[in-house]
């Protein structure tokens, strides 16, 4: 190992403990029904994690089903607009199915194979995890149900329609405020009725124990290869590293092989919505308090009764009033820093790297972009930041044709 | 000893079994949940289950969803179903309240407020749905500095060493979630049930309450021979949901709830 690659002793990668926490935060906060789920899901994760032929299936499908490595590309362009540090974009845009979404479906649905489960559930926001999902589901020949808001299914209609083209039950879902933390507590009771056939793929670092983990672990091939590649293309590692935060998967995915290299900055990157400070967002690492929702203890956005309450964001894979735990942890012990972008920004950036860099980015990452207006700027021409580009912005089309006023 | 000691001891002195009945505090209002609290144990409820309505109640079926979106359409918050406790207070100083809701509301209002105002209103015990014994342990010792009885939920699918370590930390009352499911579901496997509370008994002198799945009095009736009491609460909030859905009057709701309970109490009392 290189001088610069040496780790130094913070011990990151020791963490969440054996009951799943992160500091105060994560656990198993769910009905008694499911903690004999959670449990036999954490023993077999247990075993299967050090075991040379699950990971050698996994690496093997992410290589050839995925496509993996996913390059990391040095927009050239957009660091000489900045006129600041140098950008590289991490590009899961270019992954199957089109986002980072499905290293962790990848992960998950070996798991449900190994544990004998043959239905798999998912909830779903924008969609992208749905699909990514229902892929692998259609490839393992699983029946597959797809949860997701009311409000969703009509504004993502592209996805439900390519969740059913590839077999899979869209459920719309009626309770509560219709979106994605509706979608999940739909999906937890689908479990809990139907828990001993069914295998629970959830898409983001929450939810309970050992969830946050191991859908991190899955993620983490994003940061490993970033690290490698930066080191290969550069000769150092980099000095920032930014991602786009909803639930948190593909920000804790580049972001923990990096926890203990002490010289990289890193920054997550909240939807701000409107402003954080008119109250409609989806940043509860800005705005928000510890609380417990979806079996974990975390930041969360909720009223002064603790009703949780609804969130808005131009990006739907960003509209969530939670976050993955460990995003909470890494907040409260400095080593991340959780910063906002507005809807109106986000839309600037998903312009601006679409005209500049002829790469059009899902409006989830483009949050990360346009961060990168204020933070590359301050830094040094010799200096280095990753951006995850999580996903691509085919999907968002619509969505930026109906805010500029265009009929597609 | 405790109110819902004495309670079920006196059942059980008795020879008789306990009916649980739950409803959604401030479904459809505040001054509604009350009247029916009253009514409710003038038909022969033993403990009163409240539920504390919360924006994302997992762990419920379509029913009692709905009943959590009716109460909170007016803001219906812990602090106001504090209040009503000691509303009914006012009047039944016999009957236990039992507050079942989820972990985020006593977080937000903290463990210990919590358990202080909990006490001062008169509730007798707290189920806390999605807060297992694993992670239950500051809430447990706020709770047993005031006196109010933790109560745990026991499920088809708890192992024996769950189970030990539930009942070891219980007190009150078990409630033995009689199905694999959200409230309201399915039908159910009286053989399964009975196996299961005989397997679980052996870990605790704790009474057991069996609910979930419970429609009627025949139902009520095959549950309570079972255990030591039956928990009541889809088919009771589906009847209160006739105000918004069908105009009928709150009086009206009440009384179809408080008559649905004396069926089922005539049943049970007929074991």
């Known amino acids: 190992m290189s001088e610069v690659e040496k780790s130094t002793d913070t011990t990151y990668g020791e963490y969440p403990d054996a009951d799943g926490h992160f500091g105060i935060y994560g656990g198993r906060f769910v009905s008694e029904t499911l903690m004999a789920a959670v449990t036999e899901l954490d023993e077999s994760y247990a075993r299967l994690k050090s075991d040379p032929d699950f990971l050698a299936e996994f690496d093997r499908d992410l290589a050839h089903y995925v496509g993996r490595p996913s390059p990391l590309y040095f927009a050239e362009r957009l660091t000489q607009d900045l006129g600041g540090a140098q950008i590289y974009l991490k590009r899961e845009d270019l992954n199957h199915t089109g986002a980072h979404k499905v290293n962790n479906t990848i992960g998950q649905a070996l798991l449900a194979k190994h544990s004998g489960k043959k239905r798999v559930i998912a909830e779903t926001g924008a969609g992208q ?14 029946e597959c149900v797809v949860y997701m808001g009311e409000e969703d299914v009509r504004r993502q209609a592209l996805n ?12 719309s879902v009626t309770s509560g405020s219709r979106t994605l933390k509706d979608a999940m507590n739909e999906a937890m009771r689908d479990w809990v009725t139907n828990v001993d056939n069914t295998f629970y793929i959830i898409g983001t670092v929450a939810g309970p124990h050992p969830y946050p983990m191991l859908v991190r672990d899955f993620q983490c091939v994003i940061g490993r290869e970033a690290r490698r590649q930066c080191l290969e293309q550069t000769g150092k590692l980099p000095d920032a590293l930014v991602a786009c935060v909803g639930g948190g998967s593909n920000a804790i995915g580049l972001f923990h092989p990096f926890l203990e290299d002490e010289g990289v ?7 701000g919505g409107d402003g954080v400070e008119t109250g409609r967002h989806a940043a509860p690492l800005n705005a928000g308090l510890p609380g417990v929702l979806h079996g974990n203890r975390t930041y969360l956005m909720s009223d002064e009764d603790g009703q949780i309450i609804e969130t808005h964001s131009v990006s739907a894979g960003l509209d969530y009033p939670g976050v993955g735990p460990e995003h909470s942890w890494l907040r409260d012990t400095g080593r991340a820093s959780y910063v906002a972008v507005n809807d109106d920004e986000a839309l600037a950036a998903f312009r601006k790297l679409t005209r500049i860099e002829g790469i059009m980015p899902a409006l989830e990452s483009s949050h990360a972009v346009a961060y990168l207006e204020k933070l590359a700027p301050s830094m040094s021409k010799e200096q280095i930041i990753v951006v995850n580009l999580s996903g691509r912005g085919d999907k968002d089309i619509l969505t930026v044709a109906d805010i500029d006023g265009i009929k597609v | 000893m405790s109110r819902i000691a004495s309670c079920l001891q006196a059942l059980a002195d008795a020879n008789k079994k306990a009916l649980v009945p739950y409803i959604v505090c401030g479904d459809p209002s505040v001054e509604a949940t009350l009247a029916a609290m009253h009514a409710m144990v003038g038909k022969g409820a033993s403990i009163i289950e409240l539920g504390v309505p919360f924006s994302d109640p997992m762990a419920e079926g379509p029913v009692i969803q709905k009943g959590h979106e009716r109460a909170l359409v007016h803001h219906v918050s812990l602090r106001m179903t504090l209040d009503l406790v000691a509303q009914f207070r006012e009047q039944d100083n016999q009957t236990p309240v039992v507050l079942m809701g989820y972990t ?3 977080e937000r209002m903290g463990y210990a407020t919590f ?4 006490s001062e209103a008169g509730v007798d015990g707290v189920l806390t749905v999605d807060l297992p014994a694993e992670e239950a342990g500051d809430l447990h010792r706020e709770l047993q500095r005031v006196g109010i009885d933790n109560i745990f939920l026991l499920a088809p699918t708890t192992t024996g060493e769950r189970a030990q370590r539930i009942c070891a930390m219980a007190t009150g009352y078990l409630y033995y979630v009689s199905l694999k499911g959200v409230t309201g579901a399915g039908h159910l496997d009286i053989e399964d049930v009975k196996s299961k509370v005989a397997e679980y008994k052996q870990y605790t002198d704790l009474p057991f309450c069996v609910g979930f799945g419970i429609k009627d009095a025949d139902s009520a009736k095959q549950i309570a021979s079972l255990a030591e009491g039956a928990v009541v609460g889809s088919v009771l909030v589906d009847k209160m949901a006739a105000v918004s859905d069908s105009g009928a009057t709150a009086e ?10 004396g069926e089922m109490r005539e049943a049970i009392d007929s074991l």
Request: hydrophobic share 55%; proline share 2%.
């Open chain 1, 129 to 142: 995890h749905g699909v990514a999902t229902a892929t692998v589901a259609a490839r393992m020949g699983m």
């Open chain 1, 160 to 171: 439900v329609y390519r969740m059913k083209l590839l077999g899979a039950e869209v459920v």
């Open chain 1, 265 to 271: 900055a890193i920054y997550g990157v909240e939807a």
């Open chain 2, 104 to 106: 985020n509301p006593i």
């Open chain 2, 115 to 118: 358990a202080d105002h909990a």
């Open chain 2, 252 to 261: 009206s709701a009440v009384d179809d709830v408080a008559s649905l309970l």
